[in-house]
T-cell receptor, first 112, second 114 residues
Framework: KNEVEQSPQNLTAQEGEFITINCSYS?????LHWLQQHPGGGIVSLFM???GKKKHGRLIATINIQEKHSSLHITASHPRDSAVYICAVKRRSGGSNYKLTFGKGTLLTVNP | GAGVSQSPRYKVAKRGQDVALRCDPISGHVSLFWYQQALGQGPEFLTYFQNEAQLDKSGLPSDRFFAERPEGSVSTLKIQRTQQEDSAVYLCASSIGPHNSEQYFGPGTRLTVT
């Protein structure tokens, strides 16, 4: 079982819909990242969080440390939101607490 | 300011060729990471530098892979005698520090081995 699991793998939505992408992890972490990757493009960091909730524009990220679960929400989705969204965690302790462990990503397609 | 840059953006190599991939991190960033991303997968850790010191190379898949950062800035990932399974996007990221700092990613180099 992967240390970081995302669901769904693929998500198709209509413009304007509210979108939720989920991430579950199995290790103790110091931080969780949500990243966005456009086709052929590099990765852009959306959020880094270790507790609670963060909001940036139409994007909201939440994390529940006890349940080892995080969600990324997109309100009023737009076709330009179409991308792969990746969850990544940084382990809390141990000798390798600098490296990120990534989920496989969720491919989001927002149709006009 | 300039972000992380990588070159080349695309590289096609014939099986058995050596390739060198370059990463220019954000100026002043101490930490530099290389990741490998196979098609349809999330990135996987290859190696980590703190300044010029390679502190972790546990993710390098074989001894054909070699990375260096001689002056603590630009880094090069070299793959010798490329194989088809080396085809992937190679991502570089840098951060101010190693632990609780955000990592900034470059655009990646897409390597195709034919």
């Amino acid at each position: 079982k992967n240390e970081v699991e995302q669901s769904p793998q693929n998500l198709t939505a209509q413009e304007g819909e509210f979108i939720t992408i989920n991430c579950s992890y199995s290790v103790g972490i110091s931080a969780l990242h949500w990243l966005q990757q456009h086709p052929g493009g590099g990765i852009v960091s959306l959020f880094m969080l270790s507790s609670g909730k963060k909001k940036h524009g139409r994007l909201i990220a939440t994390i529940n440390i006890q349940e080892k679960h995080s969600s990324l929400h997109i309100t009023a989705s737009h076709p330009r939101d179409s991308a792969v969204y990746i969850c990544a965690v940084k382990r809390r302790s141990g000798g390798s607490n600098y490296k990120l462990t990534f989920g496989k990503g969720t491919l989001l397609t927002v149709n006009p | 300011g300039a972000g992380v840059s990588q070159s080349p953006r695309y590289k096609v190599a014939k099986r058995g060729q050596d390739v060198a991939l370059r990463c220019d991190p954000i100026s002043g960033h101490v930490s530099l990471f290389w990741y490998q991303q196979a098609l349809g997968q999330g990135p996987e850790f290859l190696t980590y530098f703190q300044n010029e010191a390679q502190l972790d190379k546990s993710g390098l898949p074989s001894d054909r892979f070699f990375a260096e950062r001689p002056e603590g800035s630009v880094s090069t990932l070299k793959i010798q005698r490329t194989q088809q399974e080396d085809s992937a996007v190679y991502l570089c990221a840098s951060s101010i520090g190693p632990h609780n700092s955000e990592q900034y990613f470059g655009p990646g180099t897409r390597l195709t081995v034919t």
